[in-house]
């Protein structure tokens, strides 16, 4: 394998493969990115058994071939050659070392035998549909917070993607939760996916499609099988594994007769939270919500440092309720919510509360309160 | 087949099997023998770890010539004088040690009481009489055991190498002396000495301490907090060892109940829930507890070797424990083992300087020499002067005026006046007869975690509810200890409910502990209520996610202290409980008195 390419092109697809490298690996062969050079193309391909990814780049190809490089070393040089420089590699003289040069620089890297990387992709999935971008981007980033991290409860780590039926329209909705909250979005479902089964994608590709989705183009076509999904775009196909559990039946916890509701403007909100739980040194963050009519109280005691409160005027008009939660839930949530106003919707004070965008009805928080 | 009563030599047999386990065993029985016969001083004598001969030789009662051959029937006591198994006092009482030993074994009995005035000797073989004559004897008993097990070779092949049973054997004896003070008890091995237990001659705390003191070795008595507690009928005295002074195995802790050597888990059990805050979990304190109760309120009639014994009411006598041994642990503050300080000395190996000339005038070939010395001397010094001698220059003058410390004053502050801090980690302070030397990242580590605890028991524990509960499953007896305890659990975070049968639902759980294992949490918390009747699980991780904060949050090592804030860390730890050793048992500070130091210099 002998090719030219430029500096940027390579770092930008370098970038995009390292990332799935683990940084320490029992499998050699896993640290390595694989180049395969075919006429006027270069395909870099990364994997670490559970998620595969391929970008094929233009790259002007003397001699076609195929290796396998240290991906994060292989990254680092590139990162630190001069910007717009040519980068030149080269196998053809010894196959055991990939030869990199680049102006006055010159890096000799070993290499694995590329019949030792694994094969993961390739084969079809039975469903495909086109997906907008920013419905995908939409669909990760209203959930990824409430991923669990808790391994024993492994299939709660990733968001559940599945079809379901709102109103007579089919959605595409996303689901995650980590047993203390929930979070709930749907996009208009893409011709093509109504057949397709509810699916698991763990949290470290939900992590990686999220850099990539940076850079998406207009449609992603994707494609899912019962145990992977595949995401294909601009010359990047991402394969990943899928848990391989069952989701909880998360319709059972999303209370329907809460009867309480707040509505309060987001930023004052979250701005007033962020305060009054300055003063908290616990490690579970409590803080209370005391509600009276068009009024909420916030409040926060700490044994080491003392107390804090702090007044919101709110939109409130039902009997008065004390709360208490999780600031950095709360937190997590309103950072959610784009729209000016929140709506919280409220039973008691240990009963789930919803909380939603009033501007955006396709997403749903729920809450468990905490008892202080 | 034809179902039939064994012959009694096979019962014995069958009853070896249960009583004599190995030598140690053996002597176990015997020595018992001779205490219940009022002994005041006991011989014995073992070769080749008891597999070739025992013998026991005791100053007691004597058995009458016309009792030793019943003596060595089955069920043949005197020790049970109303037939009454509520109240026994003595050691002894199932009448079955002597014919188990004789069965398994050629056993002689020796014997004279004071009334008679000769001693008879009754042979057994493998529990045959084989002769009744006549004998030379003192007042008292002697028994020999010869080839024990010759009987049942199986059991034989079971023992271990000589050196694990001749361990056993001086387990044993150690055990049994440090119930008896009274007796003078020696063991000889081979024909070596290996134990000499004189009486003691007063029967003080002071002369009991000395002798466990000579059984755990000689750390323990200056190391140890008294104990003496009495709670309606129950006597609890004893001593417990300084949680600086631990060892790698519960081997050392031993509790007498009403003289009696048991090895009962609630000892254990209760010695770990004491210890909790000072000891990692691999460590275990030395502790010899003396529980002295009603006979009627204990049976010991549990375990074949008396081992274990069972209370009418465990919890009390687990709550006397426990709070005898945290309460000792408290009054002790801020001391730590003196014997961390005594190792310290012993690996002070006395800086020697090598012999400099005196004088420049010194040949040209000496000259190099000396200039090689000096400047090694200047480099290994020369970082310590930096540190050392700046400060305390300046301390020669100001300490007193600075800190309000003088000399005279010393004596009201137990660890003294910060004199310096060396390498940026230690604290010399001076004390009124030695100096202590700090570790201010242990100690203020141990301060802060003090101070956080306090708080923790004073507030309430913040649950979260959970949105998908977790069911957990478990045994149907699981489940109803766990719901007994349901309102426990419930202060201390975890909200659980039967769900069906066998399985609890788990409701809301602490906040803190927010991305734990809920099922091995439950299971770990079960394990705690059979062996302790405590949750213990959730305040231990609670209590490690605080001693991570107390470590973060305390002084490290390598931080600079001017002399203020060493003087007040000090006066901290003086009133701070538990301050002597850090939250995995090492010692915060070590303390060399002055005449140890004039010991290093050879002054005394």
Request: with cysteine; net charge negative; proline share 4%.
């Amino acid at each position: 394998m002998k090719l030219t390419i430029e500096r940027g092109l390579l770092m930008k697809v370098l970038g995009h493969v390292q990332s799935v490298v683990e940084r320490r690996n029992t499998i050699p062969v896993l640290s390595n990115v694989k180049f395969d050079a075919q006429s006027e193309s270069l395909s870099l391909n990364s994997t670490d058994m559970d998620i595969d990814i391929v970008e094929t780049v233009p790259a002007a190809v003397e001699t076609s071939g195929s290796t396998t490089a240290p991906a994060h070393t292989l990254f680092d040089i590139v990162r630190q050659l001069p910007e717009g420089s040519q980068v030149e590699l080269d196998n053809t003289e010894d196959s055991q070392n990939l030869v990199l040069n680049s102006g006055r620089s010159k890096f000799t890297l070993s290499c694995l035998p590329t019949e030792d990387f694994p094969v993961l992709s390739g084969d079809e999935l039975p469903h495909n549909f086109e997906l907008p971008a920013k419905a995908l981007r939409t669909l990760i980033d209203r959930t990824k917070f409430a991923i669990s991290t808790e391994e024993t409860r492994y299939y709660l780590n990733g968001i559940y993607i599945h079809v379901s039926d709102v109103d007579g329209t089919t959605k595409l909705r996303a689901v995650a939760t980590d047993g203390h909250r929930l979070a709930k979005v749907e996009v208009d479902c893409p011709q093509g996916a109504e057949s397709m089964p509810g699916v698991i994608v763990p949290r470290k590709a939900v992590t990686e499609l999220r850099k990539l989705a940076e850079e998406f183009g207009e449609n992603i076509r994707v494609s899912v099988s019962d145990t992977r999904i595949r995401f294909s775009f601009d010359g990047v196909v991402f394969t990943t594994k899928l848990i391989d559990g069952t989701f909880p039946d998360y319709g059972r916890v999303i209370p329907t007769g809460n009867d309480k509701v707040l509505e309060v403007n987001t930023s004052d909100f979250s701005e007033a939270v962020s305060r009054v739980s300055a003063i908290s040194s616990d490690k579970s963050r409590a803080i209370k919500l005391g509600l009276t009519s068009g009024n909420l109280l916030l409040s926060v005691i700490s044994t080491e440092n003392g107390s804090a409160v702090e007044e919101l005027g709110v939109d409130y008009s039902a009997d008065g309720v004390e709360i208490g939660f999780n600031s950095r839930y709360l937190l997590d949530i309103t950072q959610q919510i784009e729209g000016d106003l929140a709506r919280f919707t409220l039973a008691d004070s240990a009963s789930p509360t919803l909380v939603q965008d009033t501007s955006d009805d396709t997403t749903l928080y729920v809450l468990m309160p905490m008892r202080v | 087949m034809k179902i039939r009563l064994l012959p009694d030599k096979t019962v014995n047999q069958i009853a070896a099997g249960e009583v004599v386990e190995r030598p140690a065993s053996v002597v176990k029985e015997l020595l018992e023998n001779s205490i219940d016969a009022g002994a005041r001083e006991i011989n014995i004598s073992v070769i080749d770890a008891g597999r070739e001969y025992i013998c026991v030789t005791d100053d007691g009662c004597g058995i009458p010539y016309d009792e030793m051959e019943l003596a060595l029937q089955r069920h043949a006591t005197s020790k049970l004088p109303e037939n009454n198994l509520d109240n026994i006092r003595l050691l002894g009482f199932r009448g079955e040690a002597l014919p188990s030993i004789a069965s398994v074994s050629k056993l002689n009995l020796i014997s004279r009481t004071s009334i008679s005035d000769q001693a008879w000797k009754l042979s057994i073989i493998g529990g045959n009489k084989e002769g009744f004559s006549p004998a030379a004897h003192n007042i008292g008993t002697t028994i020999e055991v010869k080839d024990l097990f010759f009987a049942t070779p199986a059991r034989l092949k079971f023992l271990k190498t000589l050196r694990t049973e001749q361990r056993h054997i001086v387990d044993v004896v150690k055990r049994i002396a440090m119930a008896s003070p009274i007796t003078t008890i020696k063991l000889m091995a081979d024909g070596r000495q290996i134990l000499n237990l004189p009486s003691i001659k007063e029967n003080n705390d002071q002369s009991i301490l000395s002798r466990i003191d000579k059984i755990f070795g000689s750390d323990f008595g200056s190391n140890c907090l008294q104990i003496d507690v009495k709670r309606e009928n129950v006597t609890l005295t004893g001593f417990a060892g300084l949680p600086t002074l631990n060892k790698t195995n519960s081997s050392y802790q031993h509790l007498f109940v009403n003289g009696r050597s048991v090895r009962d888990k609630l000892l254990f059990s209760c010695v770990r829930v004491a210890y909790r805050d000072f000891l990692a979990n691999d460590r275990f304190p030395l502790v010899a507890l003396f529980l002295d109760v009603p006979p009627d309120i204990v049976d010991v009639n549990v375990h074949p070797a008396k081992a274990e014994v069972r209370f009418s009411d465990t919890g009390v006598i687990r709550g006397l424990i426990i709070s005898a041994l945290k309460h000792a642990l408290s009054n002790a503050g801020h001391r730590a083992s003196t014997s961390s300080s005594l190792a310290a000395l012993g690996a002070t190996n006395p800086y020697v300087l090598p012999n400099l000339p005196l004088h420049g005038r010194q040949t040209n070939s000496h000259s190099a020499n000396y200039h090689e010395i000096q400047m090694s001397i200047n480099n290994s010094l020369n970082s310590d002067r930096l540190e050392l001698y700046q400060p305390s220059a300046k301390n020669d003058e100001n300490t007193a005026k600075d800190t309000g410390y003088d000399s005279a004053s010393l004596g009201d502050f137990p660890l003294g006046a910060a004199r310096t801090q060396i390498h940026e980690t230690y604290i010399v302070a001076q004390t009124e007869d030695g100096i202590i030397i700090v570790d201010q990242h242990a100690a203020h580590e141990r301060l802060v975690y003090e101070e956080i605890k306090s708080d923790i028991e004073k507030k309430t524990v913040n649950r979260q509810c959970l949105l998908l509960p977790e069911i957990v499953n478990l045994e149907e007896w699981q489940v109803e200890k766990l719901c007994e305890k349901s309102d426990e659990l419930k202060t201390a975070g975890l909200l659980i409910e039967p769900f069906g049968k066998s399985s609890v639902i788990v409701r809301e759980i602490p906040a803190i502990l927010k991305d734990i294992n809920i099922q091995l949490l439950v299971e770990e918390i079960v394990d705690d209520l059979v062996e302790n009747e405590k949750v213990l699980s959730i305040k231990d991780r609670i209590t490690d996610i605080y001693s991570t904060v107390a470590c973060h949050g305390s002084v490290r090592a390598g931080r600079r202290l001017n002399h203020e804030e060493m003087n007040s860390l000090l006066r901290k730890m003086e009133s701070t409980p538990h301050s002597g050793q850090c939250n995995h048992g090492r010692p915060t500070y070590i303390e060399l008195k002055l005449k140890d130091i004039e010991k290093l210099f050879g002054r005394k």
